[in-house]
């Protein structure tokens, strides 16, 4: 059982930056491979980023690719999402998610884990 908690979340100006934490419980983080998703009112949910495990690997939506790292300690049990050149279409409820047996595309799940969720919210 993994559980997760994140933080680092609120309300930032367009073009402002925020970073994103997630801290894992569990003796086995550094095997599951870590991602990022929002999901904004009326919207699915998306996936934004994750990471595999031992980092070596990133996959990256189109609508943040390079403004958007994804990165983790494994010896700290974090996984982090820095966030820069914010804009109000990143308004979403952000969740962290852990996949202990990735199928197909490694990135795309299904998660097995999933945190409660933090609020981003980029005024313009």
């Known amino acids: 059982q993994v559980q997760l908690l994140e933080s680092g979340g609120g309300l930032v100006q367009a073009g402002g930056s925020l970073r994103l934490s997630c801290a894992a419980s569990g003796r086995t983080f550094s095997s599951y491979v870590m991602g990022w998703f929002r999901q904004a009112p009326g919207k699915e949910r998306e996936c934004v980023a994750a990471?595999?495990?031992?980092?070596?690997?990133?996959y990256y939506a189109d609508s943040v690719k390079g403004r958007f790292t994804i990165s983790r300690d494994d010896a700290k049990n974090t996984v982090y999402l820095q966030m820069h050149s914010l804009k109000p279409d990143d308004t979403a409820v952000y969740y962290c998610a852990a996949d202990r047996d990735p199928q197909g595309p490694w990135w795309r799940g299904p998660y097995d884990y999933w945190g409660q969720g933090t609020q981003v919210t980029v005024s313009s």
């Open positions: 990471v595999l495990w031992g980092g070596g690997s990133t």
